[in-house]
């Protein structure tokens, strides 16, 4: 079978996201095999999606692996996984996915453009745990607990520097949350093209530091547009390679808008 990385997120190689991507021939295989193809990729997530009966409330079946284990959602991957159904032509206009998550559709626009509407995650005002600023290096302004589904400790910081300054005891972060930690600030200068910025910290799913995380913006995105005034905002997502994500809160459900490239195309032996 074909295996693509594709870097998500991003209009250009070698940035974004890099997600592994296998479009299988029918349902999936083994949970043993998908977890030793993911742990071979070694990206942050390895997407595995086939193709459903038609008729039924979606069109393909989506499960998403880090290196570690399986995750309940996943934003960048779903985003490459769609990049790979219309460049290949597997599929044609939206795409729904049945995933842990509910289904998850996928929208194609101009120029490469995908929209992906994921639901909103509900934000409780939790108290700063003990021993998270040291574990972060920095001191926590506030924090919130996002939910079963995102299972992060979404934490605001003084600001923007503080936020890119961020060297993290990685596993001491583990301690706080079931996934990990997103630390974030309100953007310096709007006018650079970016609402808010993030970096995120999955030590629990073998994750250091996810690049650009699109379940992540299902928290950022209620966060900041409360405080900011506005359903549709850009977020910068300042790991080593980067990313932008356009938010865009309808109520319930988060959209998630960002370009794909696929900079790998090869055959899988195993």
């Keep these: 079978m074909r295996i693509r990385i594709v870097d998500a997120f991003t209009d250009r190689p070698f940035a974004g996201n890099p997600a592994g991507v296998l479009l299988l021939d029918d349902v999936f295989p083994d949970d043993d095999w998908l977890q030793n193809v993911a742990s071979e990729v070694n990206h942050a997530e390895t997407a595995f999606a086939h193709r459903l009966p038609e008729g039924g409330e979606a069109d393909w079946a989506l499960r998403w692996f880090t290196p570690a284990t399986e995750v309940a959602m996943c934003g960048h991957a779903t985003l490459a996984t ?18 842990r998550s509910g289904v998850l559709v996928a ?53 923007e520097r503080t936020v890119l300054g961020l060297a993290p005891d990685h596993k001491a972060l583990g301690a706080h949350s079931t996934r990990g930690v997103i630390a974030t600030a309100r953007a310096e200068d709007p006018s650079l093209g970016y609402d808010f910025v993030s970096r995120c910290f999955f030590p629990n799913v073998g994750i250091d ?43 319930g459900r988060t959209l998630l808008t960002g370009r794909a490239v696929t900079v790998i195309e090869g055959e899988l032996l195993a």
Excluded at 83 to 95: I, K, N
Aim: charged content about 20%; glycine content about 14%.
């Design 82 to 99: 769609a990049h790979v159904l219309r460049t290949t032509g597997a599929h044609e206009g939206p795409v729904r996915f049945a995933t």
């Design 107 to 159: 929208t194609p626009g101009a120029d490469g453009w995908i929209t992906l509407d994921f639901p909103t995650a509900p934000l409780t005002e939790a108290e700063v745990p003990a021993g998270l600023g040291k574990a972060l290096g920095a001191e926590p302004l506030v924090a919130y607990d996002t939910g079963p589904q995102v299972g992060d400790l979404l934490v605001e910081l003084a600001d």
């Design 209 to 251: 530091e996810d690049p650009v995380t699109g379940s992540a913006h299902t928290a950022l995105a209620p966060h900041w547009s409360a405080r900011i005034g506005r359903d549709d905002l850009v977020g910068l997502q300042a790991s080593r390679r980067s990313g932008l994500v356009r938010t865009g809160l309808r109520g």
